[in-house]
């Protein structure tokens, strides 16, 4: 648009495309030129990988497209995490942000394809996308907004349907929104959580890309059940959010007196070793996990901590056994 000033996206990816500046510096100049705070800029800047990546095309390395033999790309790509293409592995992305997979580039909509007997997530991506308002509307989108029930009725039509969530261990919708719903508090917030981060999954992007609008429709309904007056919208591919910043790496948290007891300190590496298999990594006192327990992160591939947790899934969600395991811990 002529005339129109850049954004402080723009204005943080021309900078820190020149003299070498980070990113992240970028967005803290750009935040104190326009005397806002860093970190909504430094978070929305550090959303958008590419910002922060030389030059050149990516091939990726995560879970789905190394089990689909990935690999593929020109032979001086990168090696990235995700490029959310999981559907299609292997993917990489060409220097011109064309993504490929095995068989040439790849369309922005893929082959949906749906085993139900009636489509409901996927019916209008079935009917070829519903990206505009126009066309979402056209399709029924926002219809039961003019007539929504009171916010109680919202979770017991969920129960009715057995709706459960998609992650974890598949917890029942009904229950999570009646419990923060009946949960004192001044403000509540309801989040949607984007995430391409189960290994060998597809789950969200088509959707956000392609209907965006169900679910800012559902987004309205949920907090209107929970009593919510604002919603965030998040994206959780790997190390693409503000999160990122907060830790560079996975962590095993000790109870000091367990610490104490076993000789390990604070910071330093340890031996992790459980009935499937072992990792090294680094130890923090944490007086929140209680005695006799640990807890790790799992954010970063190279901590390998699925080599804790072994190949049994569990039998409802199929999801692996990744929420408890027994483990023995030993100081390097």
């Not at 005339?3 to 510096?25: C, F, H, T, W």
């Not at 929305?44 to 050149?56: C, E, F, N, T």
């Not at 917890?171 to 989040?191: G, Q, V």
């Not at 693409?240 to 790496?249: S, Y």
């Amino acid at each position: 648009m002529p005339g129109k000033a850049p954004s402080p996206l723009e204005r943080i990816a021309g900078l820190a495309g020149s003299n070498g500046m980070s990113v992240d510096g970028a967005a803290v100049r750009i935040a104190s030129e326009l005397g806002v705070p860093a970190a909504p800029l430094r978070g929305a800047a550090s959303y958008y990988a590419h910002l922060s990546s030389p030059p050149g095309a990516q091939v990726c390395a995560g879970t789905s497209c190394f089990l689909c033999h990935g690999g593929e790309g020109p032979q001086d790509a990168r090696p990235v995490y995700c490029l959310g293409h999981c559907d299609r592995s292997p993917a990489w992305l060409a220097e011109d942000g064309v993504a490929h997979g095995p068989d040439g580039p790849l369309a922005s909509l893929p082959e949906i394809h749906c085993q139900a007997r009636t489509p409901i997530v996927t019916r209008r991506l079935l009917a070829g996308g519903a990206a505009t308002l126009e066309r979402a509307r056209e399709l029924g989108a926002y219809a039961s907004l003019t007539s929504t029930p009171g916010p109680a009725a919202v979770p017991d039509a969920l129960e009715r349907s057995g709706e459960r969530g998609c992650g974890g261990p598949g917890f029942a919708s009904a229950r999570k929104w009646r419990t923060c719903a009946e949960t004192p508090a001044d403000r509540r917030y309801l989040i949607a959580c984007g995430d391409e981060g189960d290994p060998g999954s597809f789950i969200d992007r088509v959707l956000m890309e392609h209907h965006p609008h169900a679910i800012l429709d559902c987004m309205i309904l949920g907090g209107h059940a929970i009593g919510a007056a604002e919603g965030i919208n998040v994206g959780t591919m790997t190390r693409r959010t503000a999160l990122a910043g907060l830790v560079g790496e996975d962590l095993v948290e000790i109870h000091p007196e367990d610490a104490l007891r076993d000789g390990v300190a604070d910071g330093a590496t340890v031996h992790v070793e459980s009935r499937w298999g072992t990792i090294d990594v680094k130890a923090r006192h944490a007086p929140r996990v209680a005695p006799g327990t640990l807890f790790l992160t799992f954010h970063f591939p190279e901590t390998h901590a699925n080599r804790l947790t072994g190949p049994v899934l569990d039998p409802q969600s199929k999801c692996p056994q990744y929420k408890a395991t027994a483990v023995r811990v030993l100081p390097l």
